[in-house]
């Protein structure tokens, strides 16, 4: 391999630009973090943008079909486009009316249910010898029922009235609001106007990078794009598919909480593995808080439910589309869970079924092309 001087110069600005970074890490690391504070509301218009345009290709390939001219195709876009936002508030606020009155109710029942609990084990420590007399003795003093109605008037009435309590949550709800705010109107610009950024951001590629440096990388934004919208649209509806069957199966057999349990269950299954145990035990918990048999009877219902899910719904619905082996959806759950919590959970598959596609191609030389018409609906 001959040296020359651009050679030479670009491993010179590596070699400086790296040892930069290493040694001014610190102060590099802080305005990166600033750099990204700043940019959170474009990140979150971007994140908001990508989901909404799911719905919003939907409704276009749907309700307008192949309209490539007149009155029809400008009305289009922001027609689907508020259809789709409008879709998602109104799914938030179901939510909110299913789940809330429900959660207040089962507080209550908890709250006033402890004292008697708390009664019948003292008093049964108290048979058995495990307690103390004096310690007995005190538990029996105190006064469980108006204790527990301190806590929840400290619940539901705020921890106090300290000035800088409400300052902090005051800013907070402020700062809040016009992230969101501003992360809604950049999802706007970014959904109206796709094509034109999309062929701004190819022309910009085109003439900055090498013809076939450009279509690798195009290529792996097919692969990671498809693979994400595979996993979202599927992972979505096996949610409401689940949660609709938890739902009436639970008022079929007379279960308690029955809808904000089934919400929760289809909430809790946009998680891979770990989601329907997740809402399996805290359905149970509030269950055993009013009826422990119908607990019981609840863990076979969602275990019978599981084993329908995982043998008919999930082939159907998800099926292999994302082409992960089960072993890497839980090395994936596994390790994104631990690096980033919840959202490593959600991110991790669709991100190790891309790398794992990639691999798989380039080993096998498989073409997998995904066509540009994929790629532009999704």
């Not at 938030?92 to 109710?105: D, W």
């Not at 029942?109 to 048979?127: N, T």
């Not at 909480?257 to 359905?283: N, R, S």
Request: glycine share 8%.
């Amino acid at each position: 391999m001959k040296l020359d001087i651009k050679t030479c110069l670009r491993a010179g600005i590596t070699i400086f630009a790296l040892y930069l970074c290493i040694h001014y890490w610190p102060a590099a690391a802080g305005m990166g973090g600033m750099l990204v504070s700043a940019a959170m509301p474009l990140i979150f218009g971007a994140v908001m943008a990508y989901f909404v345009n799911i719905l919003m290709t939907f409704y276009e390939r749907h309700i307008f079909g192949s309209v490539n001219s007149g009155v029809r195709l400008k009305v289009r876009r922001p027609l689907c486009m508020i259809l789709a936002f409008a879709t998602l508030i109104i799914i938030v606020v179901l939510l909110m009316v299913l789940v809330i009155p429900e959660l207040v109710s089962c507080i209550r029942v908890i709250a006033s249910g402890v004292p008697g609990v708390v009664a019948d084990f003292s008093r049964w420590c108290e048979q058995q010898g495990i307690l103390p007399e004096t310690i007995a003795d005190s538990l029996a003093q105190i006064d469980w029922k108006s204790r527990m109605s301190d806590i929840v008037k400290v619940l539901t009435a705020g921890v106090g009235s300290a000035a800088n309590v409400i300052v902090s949550t005051v800013s907070s709800v402020v700062s809040g609001f016009v992230t969101f705010f501003m992360a809604l109107i950049f999802s706007i610009y970014l959904l109206l106007g796709k094509e034109k950024l999309g062929g701004q951001f190819t022309q910009v590629a085109r003439r900055y990078m090498k013809e076939s440096v450009y279509k690798k990388v195009w290529y792996v934004i097919r692969i990671v794009n498809d693979c994400f919208h595979r996993y979202i649209v599927g992972q979505c509806t096996e949610a409401v598919i689940l949660g609709v069957l938890c739902i009436l199966g639970m008022l079929l057999i007379r279960l308690p909480y029955a809808t904000m349990i089934g919400a929760l269950i289809g909430f809790t299954a946009l998680i891979p593995v770990a989601g329907a145990y997740i809402g399996a035990i805290v359905g149970a918990f509030m269950i055993l808080t009013v009826a422990p048999v119908k607990a019981l009877i609840f863990l076979v219902f969602i275990v019978i439910l599981q084993q329908l899910e995982g043998n008919l719904i999930y082939p159907k619905v998800v099926g292999s589309s994302l082409g992960l082996p089960a072993i890497w959806v839980l090395a994936a759950v596994t390790v994104g869970g631990g690096v980033l919590g919840i959202p490593g959970m959600l991110l991790g598959v669709p991100l190790s079924a891309a790398l794992y596609r990639l691999i798989r191609n380039d080993v096998y030389q498989i073409s997998d092309e995904v066509p540009d018409e994929k790629v532009e609906k999704s």
